[in-house]
């Protein structure tokens, strides 16, 4: 049982050893410590997943933004110049994000958001959500 706990904390430590430098570098950047002095009022980002979008070295960066009590799922399009990154936009979801992929330079969002009487602790709706790039910007092809 012990190897298996090892194997696991291994794994997970190396689950985005790739991920690209100014991927990095933009979610390192989201932490801005309190003015307050609070440690609750620390903002800060953690990568959920990252995915390449056509051929004009766009990424689909899907991240949680946190402060104090709060928290919320956000997808931002990168573009990178050298190590450096350019945000381009942002999409904050409405609930939570379970999966972003990417079919004909289509970014697909799977997320679960709230009903009409969905306690705000379990979004419970399954959402699908379709962008694509215009002009480095997430247009919405669908709407829900």
């Keep these: 049982m012990r190897y298996i706990f090892v194997f696991i904390l291994l794994l997970s430590s190396n689950v985005y050893a790739d991920t690209p430098d100014f991927i990095s570098t933009f979610i390192s950047d989201q932490y801005i410590p309190s003015d307050t002095g609070m440690v609750s009022d620390t903002k800060s980002g953690e990568l959920v997943d990252y995915i390449k979008i056509g051929t004009n070295n766009y990424y689909a960066v899907h991240w949680i933004y946190r402060v ?17 990154y350019i945000k381009n936009s942002t ?32 979004p419970d709706k399954v959402i699908i959500s379709k962008y694509r790039i215009d002009s480095g910007k997430l247009i919405k092809v669908n709407k829900n």
């Design 68 to 84: 104090a009590n709060y928290w919320e799922h956000r997808i931002t399009l990168l573009s990178s110049e050298s190590k450096s």
């Design 91 to 122: 999409i904050k979801s409405k609930g939570s994000i379970k999966d972003i992929h990417v079919s004909d330079d289509v970014l697909i969002l799977n997320e679960l958001g709230y009903g009409k009487n969905t306690p705000r602790c379990c």
